[in-house]
């Protein structure tokens, strides 16, 4: 460890991988008498091919995002510079909530945490302040976040029973006696659908990058899986599944995801980088299974490509402590709960998909205390983006037991509307009029929904259903925008096919 004490780890450099070429960073404990340490700064990019040749969002081409990693069960400050020297004017870190300071001093940000968190951090208001969506023309920008880990427990070291370590430039077995696969620091590419096993681990540290993607071969052979560690697994050596020559059919296209198991249960991710991912990032698959739940915790993903989406619960699987910056979806809801995730669209991605939203009846989902720091589109009419998406797929009753309590959307610049639940999808967002299948949408229950800005561009709150999936019965408690409480159905544009709207304020 380049810095290791019993509260904070920081890693060392990756051999072999440059750091970000934007920002340098800093940490030590804030209490009296911590010592600076360097920590590495990883950097994900958006590449400048043409999108028809690999799928990259050309809107987005040559920005880039770095990104820290470490270790802490106490306060800890953080000291960010640029590389290249040049003097920092502001910083804003977001969300808001989960940083007690943020300061600039002699050209440099200085962010204090107070607990394991997973912030973003605004330079010189690249995000905050300016439009980014629809109709920007400036340059590249550059962000930063600062991924304030708890303590990992269970790390394997070599030598450890069970443990087989993996030397860069090795390619790992995929059988044999070991049930922790060990990368040792450094750079490792295991190429397309490693497969994965039962009881087994795959251990990624935080000076190791792993280039490929994991996967199980048949429905149910890889349970009790654990991948963890504080390093980055990347697609960025991958083409997009729907670019690859000669063509592939499109069932092969789930080898290009980072990490897909089918019928897995019991399996942990934990605290890995998902970065560039060429298509869907993660999809722990299985129905609802009681006394058997998948987890994701602590694992943060970057994509910049289309199907560039972030998580895919399905019904089993609880999802906690994410940070998710994706140019499609963000979060399908559904599974076993969603709990204080970060998410940040920039083109094309919604930050909640309802198009699988469950009926639940007596048991809850509940998505709570999430932050949509970004909700920016490069398009305007058009089905995808917001934060409430319902874009006229999926089908069948759905909404009872579903809650969405404390969501803050603290965007200052959203491109569009935060609500779009559309049964079927209005003109003129949408020409071919695409519409869910039967079933109505009913008793769902958002709670303390904060919007701190509507649109940019004047986009009106949309519920529309139709005549075989109506809207109704649905309650808003404390919704507001701007501060103000939204108090009555006049809130939204609705068709004949949406009634029993229920609002609520606090004093």
């Known amino acids: ?23 340098t960073v800093r940490l030590r404990p804030a209490k009296e008498g911590g010592e600076w340490s360097s920590a590495f700064a990883w950097e994900t990019a958006c590449k400048t091919t043409d999108k028809k040749t690999d799928a990259y969002f050309a809107h987005l081409a040559g920005w880039t995002h770095s990104y820290v990693n470490f270790e802490t069960a106490g306060p800890v400050e953080v000291e960010i510079s640029r590389a290249n020297g040049q003097a920092i004017r502001s910083a804003a870190v977001h969300p808001g909530r989960k940083a007690s300071a943020c300061t600039v001093k002699d050209g440099k940000a200085f962010v204090r945490l107070e607990k394991p968190c997973l912030v973003a951090v605004d330079i010189d208001g690249q995000m905050d302040g300016q439009d980014t969506g629809k109709g920007y023309k400036g340059p590249p920008i550059h962000t930063i976040s600062l991924f304030a880990n708890p303590l990992l427990e269970g790390k394997p070291k070599p030598g450890d029973p069970g443990v087989l370590t993996v030397k860069p430039g090795e390619m790992p077995p995929a059988d044999g006696h070991w049930t922790t696969l060990h990368f040792l620091p450094g750079v490792h590419d295991i190429g397309l659908a490693f497969p994965l096993r039962a009881n087994c681990s795959y251990y990624i540290p935080g000076d190791a990058i792993v280039y490929g993607t994991f996967s199980n071969t048949k429905w149910g052979d890889a349970h009790h899986v654990r991948i963890f560690g504080l390093g980055t ?47 869907h990032s993660l999809m722990l698959i299985h129905p609802y299974k009681p006394g ?78 999430c932050d949509v720091i970004y909700s920016r589109a490069m398009w305007h009419h058009w089905s995808g983006g917001r934060v409430f998406n319902m874009r006229g797929e999926g089908g069948g009753a759905a909404g009872a037991g579903v809650i969405f309590r404390n969501i803050h959307i603290e965007d200052p610049r959203p491109t569009l509307q935060q609500f779009f639940v559309c049964m079927s999808m209005p003109e003129p967002y949408s020409k071919q009029a695409e519409k869910r299948k039967a079933g109505d949408l ?52 609705t068709n004949e096919f949406v009634e029993s709207l229920h609002f609520k304020t606090s004093p």
Request: overall charge negative.
């Open 1 to 23: 460890m380049a810095f290791a004490a019993d509260d904070l780890v920081i890693y060392p450099p990756v051999p072999g991988l440059t750091s970000s070429a934007h920002y």
């Open 442 to 493: 009913s008793g769902i229950l958002f709670q303390n929904i904060r919007i701190a800005a509507p649109s940019v561009l004047g986009e009106p709150q949309i519920l529309h259903g139709q005549p075989n999936a109506r809207i109704r019965e649905l309650s808003f408690e404390n919704l507001t925008v701007g501060g103000k409480p939204v108090t009555g159905p006049e809130f939204f544009r």
């Open 292 to 369: 058997h739940p998948n987890e994701i915790k602590w694992t943060k993903i970057f994509t910049w490509r289309a199907n560039g989406d972030g998580i895919n619960p399905f019904g089993n699987t609880l999802i906690e402590d994410c940070f998710l910056r994706t140019q499609d979806d963000s979060l399908y809801v559904n599974g076993l709960g969603i709990r204080r995730c970060v998410l940040w669209n920039d083109a094309n991605g919604s930050s909640f998909v309802l198009s699988s939203l469950p009926q639940l009846g007596d048991r809850k989902l509940i998505v709570e205390d």
């Open 233 to 279: 697994l990347s697609g960025a050596r991958l083409k997009h599944p729907g670019y690859v020559e000669p063509a592939i059919p499109e069932i092969d296209h789930a080898r290009y995801r980072p990490i897909e198991l089918v019928g897995t249960t019991d399996t942990r991710v934990e605290g890995i980088t998902i970065a560039d991912s060429a298509t």
